[in-house]
């Protein structure tokens, strides 16, 4: 069993939030693997431990029972959902990308963070936790600047006393632990920002979209706007039927000269497998830290 796990996992529970099961680092042959036992594993150690949770984060809770029954005697990583469930929204920072510094340049511009709940990454970073505020904050990445990711409703945190993959514990900064400082309101000034970088980027992508359609596509561009527009169209869950022919109207009125059809059939499939195994990605997982 992993030291502690049961009483952060009671202390995660005493605070509000819905925890779930993660994968761990498996030591074999050596070296350190994601007991999931893929080679090809994307988030070793930090995605949802499946067998216990079959919708991923959907399934996160705050009921004791399940909660003891995941944890006693078990080696499992644990994970905090963000967002409304647990009533917190958490900074995601990674000094190996910049961080550290895009940290201190918004404590520059804006003052420093309010004291508030910090956990230690095993990663060599940092979560820093806020209040919800009650309305919809999405994840997103590097909102913030570079290396400050934000996890919001539909996201999760790995939190202490889990493994990183390199071996290191995550904990808690013993000198924001929830026991001697309360948790803070997100400044004003930071939810402002997160949402307008969001209006920013919803702008940009749908101008960039509308000029694609609109121009369409040259030789030694068509196959891939061509897979582009269907991944956005399928991951807006229009029907793939729909998609292919739609695709295949754009391929014979906006692409110069237009493809074979049976390309345009083979690329709007692989597009579709791989959104229909992202989306059961999603829903055993979701945006993490």
């Given amino acids: 069993m992993l030291p502690g796990l049961l009483d952060h996992a009671r202390l995660y529970l005493g605070l509000g939030f819905a925890v779930l099961p993660l ?111 009650g309305r919809s904050v999405a994840n997103s990445a590097g909102a913030l600047g570079p290396g400050i990711d934000v996890r919001g409703d539909g996201g999760y945190i790995v939190a202490p006393p889990s493994l990183h993959i390199c071996g290191r514990p995550y904990a808690i900064s013993v000198d924001h632990h929830p026991e001697d400082v309360p948790l803070a309101d997100a400044p004003a000034w930071l939810l402002e920002r997160i949402a307008a970088t969001r209006t920013a980027d919803k702008a940009r992508k749908a101008a ?49 000269p237009p493809l074979p059809e049976d390309e345009v059939v083979a690329t709007v499939a692989s597009i579709a497998r791989r959104e229909l195994a992202g989306r059961a990605a999603r829903r055993e997982g979701g945006d993490h830290g």
């Fill in 23 to 133: 994968h761990f680092p498996f030591e074999r042959e050596g070296r350190l693997e994601c007991s999931c036992g893929r080679e090809d594993c994307r988030q070793p150690a930090k995605h949802p431990f499946g067998r216990l949770v079959r919708n991923g984060l959907k399934d996160a809770s705050k009921d004791p029972a399940t909660v003891e029954g995941w944890f006693t005697k078990t080696r499992f990583n644990i994970a905090i959902a963000t967002g409304a469930p647990s009533g917190v929204i958490v900074l995601d920072i990674d000094p190996r990308h910049g961080g550290d510094e895009t940290l201190a340049d918004l404590d520059r511009e804006h003052g420093p963070l309010p004291t508030t709940w910090r956990f230690l990454t095993g990663g060599g970073g940092e979560h820093v936790l806020f209040r919800h505020p």
């Fill in 208 to 256: 960039q979209w509308r000029t694609l359609a609109r121009d369409g596509a040259m030789n030694g561009e068509r196959n891939v706007t061509i897979a582009r527009l269907s991944g956005l169209l399928l991951g807006r869950r229009i029907d793939p039927h729909v998609c292919l022919d739609l695709m295949l109207a754009f391929n014979a009125t906006r692409c110069q």
